[in-house]
């Protein structure tokens, strides 16, 4: 069987999925699932990585995740590495704890998000003792388990800072409680249809419409049927998107959060050379920066316009240009 692509760029969602190794245990108490969530929630701010929804089973776990970065293989590296350690020093054991490296399925946000957080909260009874239980029953039994983000989906006094609710509830109308009392209601009628998005995932990997599949396959593959590995083309792209942000951060004293949050032409420096020394489309950038890819072009568009007048920028770009040169990206 051909191995699951591993697609990283900005702005992409996940769903992640971790087994224990020989299907064993990889949590023994409370204590484990606790330790495990304060880990989790530290590497979240770490590698600024966006929480929509988790689910702790017995021997895995799921997360759903966004990755404004395009950091997803270093945010899971340093999360399990964490709570690897953290579990053989308490159980006094060693080796790999976890089957393999980590699974995950590239989600369509616009279109798929909704649906992925609820089939992550089915987990605790999506078991062989459920097979003959009554969806009332099992509804009863899903909303008693304690590890999971789903309480949050159903009350507000119950939602945690590390989750971030609001985009999975937007479909609902939002974080009222008619939008979590729509949630609740769809998620009664998954439990009575078994919600399965198997058949729907293409390529083992990416999990969307028929135009986001080509989305993906031609911005972030080469050309031809879908490989094993992501190209090289891309990862090479990524490694010389994180080396401009940080010229333009030593620069201009603004990171990428600012840059996000603000206007201006530090802001369209930003797009303009990731395109084109970056090698980044207008779909990639717009997804970093959450705006449109067709707001990038006319970003780009100004700030060609206003390097020709203002002189102080094409300095600032001089400076940032010679300083990636320097470096060989």
């Known amino acids: 069987m051909a191995r699951p692509l591993r697609i990283q760029y900005a702005g992409a969602v996940y769903h992640v999925m971790c087994r224990g190794n020989d299907r064993q245990e990889i949590f023994l108490d409370d204590d484990d699932r606790a330790t495990f969530l304060r880990i989790l929630s530290q590497s979240l701010n770490i590698y600024s990585v966006k929480l929509h929804a988790y689910v702790l089973m017995p021997n895995h776990f799921h997360l759903l995740v966004e990755t404004p970065l395009g950091n997803l293989a270093e945010f899971m590296r340093q999360f399990n590495i964490t709570y690897t350690s953290y579990f053989n020093r308490q159980h006094k054991r060693v080796g790999h704890l976890y089957q393999g490296r980590y699974r995950s399925i590239l989600v369509e946000k616009a279109s798929y998000l909704g649906m992925v957080s609820r089939y992550i909260h089915l987990n605790p009874i999506r078991l062989k003792s459920f097979e003959q239980v009554s969806a009332t029953e099992k509804y009863k039994s899903l909303i008693q388990y304690p590890w999971s983000s789903l309480p949050g989906y159903l009350g507000k006094a119950k939602q945690q800072v590390m989750v971030d609710y609001a985009l999975a509830l937007a479909d609902y109308g939002g974080q009222s409680k008619k939008g979590l009392d729509l949630y609740r209601k769809q998620l009664l009628a998954d439990i009575e249809d078994d919600l399965d998005l198997k058949d729907e995932i293409f390529g083992q990997s990416i999990l969307g ?121």
């Open 209 to 329: 419409s028929d135009s986001f599949i080509e989305l993906i396959n031609s911005e972030f593959l080469e050309d031809g049927p879908v490989r094993e590995q992501p190209a090289a083309r891309f990862l090479k792209q990524y490694q010389q998107q994180a080396v401009i942000l940080a010229a333009i951060e030593e620069e201009t004293g603004q990171d990428l959060a600012a840059m996000i949050k603000g206007k201006g032409e530090v802001r369209r420096l930003a797009m303009d050379l990731l395109y084109r020394l970056g090698g980044l489309k207008g779909p990639a950038i717009g997804a970093l920066f959450g705006i449109d890819y067709s707001a990038v072009s006319q970003e780009r568009k100004r700030h060609r316009e206003q390097l020709a007048r203002d002189s102080k920028l094409g300095e600032l770009m001089q400076r940032v240009e010679v300083k990636l040169s320097s470096l060989k990206i």
